[in-house]
């Protein structure tokens, strides 16, 4: 129903921060929306979501690092990531879920140095 469009990853080292950034092309203002992420030969996994109504959902090992919000007016969501190590390496994939319906972007990479 929208294309996503991610930006903001890149290379950074241990203990530092990035911003992600998801910009749809059209409203997001019904849609739940979500971060995933995949290593290489690993599964996809969930990271952090926002729904519709603006509740929070975070996975066990970000909780505390990583904050989602969401720019309903800019059709946007960001992933503030600080504290960063190297098993938060990975593409990272913004979500768009409305019913059954879900659209995926092409991801952004991050790279933790070790």
């Known amino acids: 129903q929208v294309q996503l469009v991610e930006s903001g990853g890149g290379l950074v080292e241990a203990g530092g921060s990035l911003r992600l950034s998801c910009v749809a092309s059209g409203s997001i203002i019904d849609k739940d929306m979500g971060w995933y992420r995949q290593a290489p030969g690993d599964p996809r996994e969930f990271v952090v979501a926002?729904?519709?109504?603006?509740?929070?959902s975070y996975g066990d090992f970000v909780k505390g690092r990583f904050i989602i919000s969401r720019d309903n007016a800019n059709n946007t969501v960001h992933l503030q990531m600080s504290g960063l190590n190297s098993g938060d390496t990975g593409v990272y994939f913004c979500?768009?879920?409305?019913?059954?319906?879900?659209?995926w972007g092409q991801g952004t990479q991050v790279t933790v140095s070790s």
């Open positions: 979500n768009a879920s409305f019913l059954f319906v879900n659209d």
């Open positions: 926002i729904n519709s109504g603006g509740i929070t």
